[in-house]
């Protein structure tokens, strides 16, 4: 198994422009989210989906889109990069919640986005 | 509101050194509380999962336990060796009306010293 796996490792972005960070699973994995890391501040939950054909908005939501078509796959689209989405970007996925128990989420090497 | 805290921010011990880490949340309708490790300019490594009705797990030197009613949780390294020098975050995973919610400590930053 290859696990997480998030492209680009780095990206750097002029303000305005559109980018897909991309995250795909070969776990079977039915949740899958993404996080933003920032120093001082954690990390936060940005999108997450329970499932292909279904997501929700996390906790800092503006400014990012997401889709989950397959199991597999959960890009993160950023419509209009602004240099306060410059950040850490981490997708984790997992089994999700089986009969009353949530399983461990695994993430991904992450992304480095610098918004100039 | 759903906060997790960890202390120390640093923590700096000599080589052999047995160690806790410390972890508080708020509110204690959780799903579960997991222990990370974090290298730097690297992922998350998940190193314990413990479920809302479980107290303890382990896995080798590492040991972490769970008291929902005081909404605390430890980590426990024996013997610690420079290898386990890095950032140790620990996550609640919070029960919400419309699923549930991963909630992050800002970590605890570990320097075992040779």
């Known amino acids: 198994n290859a696990g997480v796996t998030q492209t680009p490792k780095f990206q750097v972005l002029k303000t305005g422009q559109s980018m897909t960070l991309q995250c795909a699973q070969d776990?079977?994995?039915?949740?899958m989210s993404w996080y933003r890391q920032d120093p001082g501040m954690g990390l936060r939950l940005i999108h997450y989906?329970?499932?292909?054909?279904?997501?929700d908005q996390g906790e800092v939501p503006n400014g990012y889109n997401v889709s989950r078509s397959t199991t597999e796959d959960f890009p993160l689209r950023l419509l209009s990069a602004a240099p306060s989405q410059t950040s850490v970007y981490f997708c984790?996925?997992?089994?999700?919640?089986?009969?009353?128990?949530?399983?461990?989420?695994?993430f991904g090497p992450g992304t480095r986005l610098t918004v100039t | 509101k759903q906060e997790v805290t960890q202390i120390p921010a640093a923590l700096s011990v000599p080589e052999g050194e047995n160690l806790v880490l410390n972890c508080s949340f708020t509110?204690?309708?959780?799903?579960?509380l997991q222990w990370f490790r974090q290298d730097p300019g690297k992922g998350l490594t998940s190193l314990l999962l413990?479920?809302?009705?479980?107290r303890e797990q382990t896995s080798g030197r590492l040991n972490a336990s769970l008291d929902k009613s005081s909404g605390r949780s430890t980590l426990y390294i024996a013997a610690s060796q420079p290898g386990d020098s890095a950032t140790y975050l620990c996550?609640?995973?919070?029960?919400?009306?419309?699923?549930?919610?991963?909630?992050f400590g800002e970590g605890t930053q570990l320097t075992v010293n040779p």
């Open positions: 984790a996925s997992s089994y999700g919640l089986v009969q009353s128990f949530f399983y461990e989420q695994y």
């Open positions: 776990m079977n994995h039915e949740y």
């Open positions: 989906s329970v499932g292909a054909g279904i997501t």
């Open positions: 509110d204690s309708a959780i799903y579960n």
């Open positions: 413990i479920q809302s009705s479980q």
């Open positions: 996550a609640a995973l919070y029960k919400e009306t419309s699923g549930s919610r991963l909630t």
